[in-house]
T-cell receptor, first 116, second 111 residues
Framework: EAQVTQNPRYLITVTGKKLTVTCSQNMNHEYMSWYRQDPGLGLRQIYYSMNVEVTDKGDVPEGYKVSRKEKRNFPLILESPSPNQTSLYFC???????????????FGNGTRLTVT | RKEVEQDPGPFNVPEGATVAFNCTYSNSASQSFFWYRQDCRKEPKLLMSVYSSGNEDGRFTAQLNRASQYISLLIRDSKLSDSATYLCVVRGQGGSYIPTFGRGTSLIVHP
């Protein structure tokens, strides 16, 4: 089954304790992206990657890191989490082949992170 | 001006009603358009792509108006299960592959 898999689904941690949220897709998609969603603010892009070893900042990159060493994986790293990073996070991917503008985004199930 | 704008609602309609949402976009060079549905605290799911000539999928009809720079979603015969937030997504603004999301329109269908 074609899917984007995020783990964990729920995470409660304390300020300053490094954590990683994993994202993996099995559709051979070139494009992957991380979003956070907060009430009233909609989806905001954190980082994105156009292909392996190519990553770029989105609208709200501060406090986050990513890596794209393999095509299927795009982990989100919080080196020193703070309470303002409490949010619902989504990973998404899409194809860049063919008429790539028409390729829809596929989302993971989300990770609900609470930083105390 | 926000690049992609939606009326946040909520749109509160009875079962069986017809309801329509619009989404305006600012960049006339935008290439592709989508409607997503998002249930509370769950991931957005593709509802339908929006094609230039308009397209229909069951009770759902999507239209694109390039002259006025908006897309629309029409839902006929609303069901309780249609209650959700509907996100408009635009891609290709300014030649960028990065999609731009609207903040969503909330729909509540009541008995």
């Amino acid at each position: 089954e074609a899917q984007v898999t995020q783990n964990p689904r729920y995470l409660i941690t304390v300020t300053g304790k490094k954590l990683t949220v994993t994202c993996s897709q099995n559709m051979n998609h070139e494009y992957m992206s991380w979003y956070r969603q907060d009430p009233g603010l909609g989806l905001r892009q954190i980082y994105y990657s156009m292909n392996v070893e190519v990553t770029d900042k989105g609208d709200v990159p501060e406090g986050y890191k990513v890596s794209r060493k393999e095509k299927r994986n795009f982990p989100l790293i919080l080196e020193s989490p703070s309470p303002n990073q409490t949010s619902l996070y989504f990973c998404a991917s899409s194809s860049r082949t063919g008429s790539s503008y028409n390729s829809p985004l596929h989302f993971g199930n989300g990770t609900r992170l609470t930083v105390t | 001006r926000k690049e992609v704008e939606q009326d946040p609602g909520p749109f509160n309609v009875p079962e069986g009603a017809t309801v329509a949402f619009n989404c305006t976009y600012s960049n006339s060079a935008s290439q592709s358009f989508f409607w997503y549905r998002q249930d509370c605290r769950k991931e957005p799911k593709l509802l339908m792509s929006v094609y230039s000539s308009g397209n229909e999928d069951g009770r759902f009809t999507a239209q694109l108006n390039r002259a006025s720079q908006y897309i629309s979603l029409l839902i006929r015969d609303s069901k309780l299960s249609d209650s959700a937030t509907y996100l408009c997504v635009v891609r290709g603004q300014g030649g960028s592959y990065i999609p731009t999301f609207g903040r969503g329109t909330s729909l509540i269908v009541h008995p």
